[in-house]
């Protein structure tokens, strides 16, 4: 269970970075293809907004899509290292502020003053006391109109199967995993579910508008993608849908995307 120590020595110190996030994206064909067949797809309802906050940009694979949809673009990391590649890559952009947080609040945003807050492949390492602490200062730096698009953990809807495992033999951990009877968990947060986010959303006074449940490299759906907004702007309930193809999405994007790859790279 990774802790916000945990969080910062392995983004500051110990990942090497390789391709700067790149890596992430190589099922979808890179991130570009990623971007326009996977995420926008999925946001572009709430774009362009005037003012976007990001959450744990990393090396600002997203942060690249999303300052062609605002005005002003907030960056907010709890990796030193993160922000000061950000700051090198997008050097010049004075439409991008940095700042470095303590991984749970967003002490240096204005209050109400964000209306679109996106995070993306990072908030899935953070366990359920970070992300309910993130939830409370969303519901204090949105906009009445605004809304956020968080990527999380759901892994915890299966923590009692990895945590009874867990306590076995790593061989056996090992051998499940390669038989495919068990998915790995890529330091998901196990103490983290829709459930518990959409619990923590209503609790700070904001509503999931929806959640979508999803796989990630296997057959659990360890992820989920929440739309939120301020209670006062939604009056129905969340809707929540359980996709356990979005890895097939992934190698359908990619193969749309490969020819003019192979066109452009010669």
Do not use: K
């Amino acid at each position: 269970m990774p802790t916000v120590a945990d969080n910062v020595a392995m983004w500051d110190r110990w990942y090497d970075w390789p391709a700067g996030g790149e890596e992430w994206s190589a099922a979808w064909g890179g991130s570009e293809a990623q971007w326009r067949g996977t995420i926008l797809p999925r946001i572009d309802p709430l774009l362009p907004a005037s003012t976007i906050l990001e959450i744990a940009p990393g090396f600002g694979r997203w942060t690249h899509y999303l300052r062609g949809h605002c005005d002003r673009l907030v960056l907010v990391d709890l990796s030193p290292r993160c922000i000061d590649a950000c700051r090198e890559r997008f050097a010049g952009d004075d439409r991008i502020e940095y700042h470095v947080n303590d991984g749970r609040s967003l002490r240096a945003v204005e209050d109400a003053s964000v209306d679109f807050v996106f995070s993306y492949d990072s908030l899935v390492h953070a366990e359920a006391d970070v992300l309910a602490s993130y939830v409370r200062e969303l519901a204090r730096v949105l906009a009445a109109s605004g809304a956020a698009f968080v990527h999380h953990s759901n892994a915890g809807e299966y923590r009692r199967t990895y945590e009874a495992v867990r306590r076995g033999p790593r061989a056996l951990r090992a051998r499940l995993v390669e038989r495919g009877w068990l998915d790995r968990l890529h330091r998901r947060a196990l103490s983290v579910s829709a459930e518990s986010f959409r619990a923590s959303c209503e609790r700070a006074g904001l509503r999931c508008l929806t959640q979508e449940l999803v796989n990630w490299g296997g057959r659990r759906l360890i992820d989920c993608f929440s739309t939120v907004v301020p209670a006062a702007a939604a009056a129905r309930p969340t809707t929540v849908v359980r996709n356990p193809r979005f890895m097939d999405e992934a190698a359908s994007v990619r193969a749309r995307h490969e020819p003019v790859n192979a066109e452009t790279s010669g």
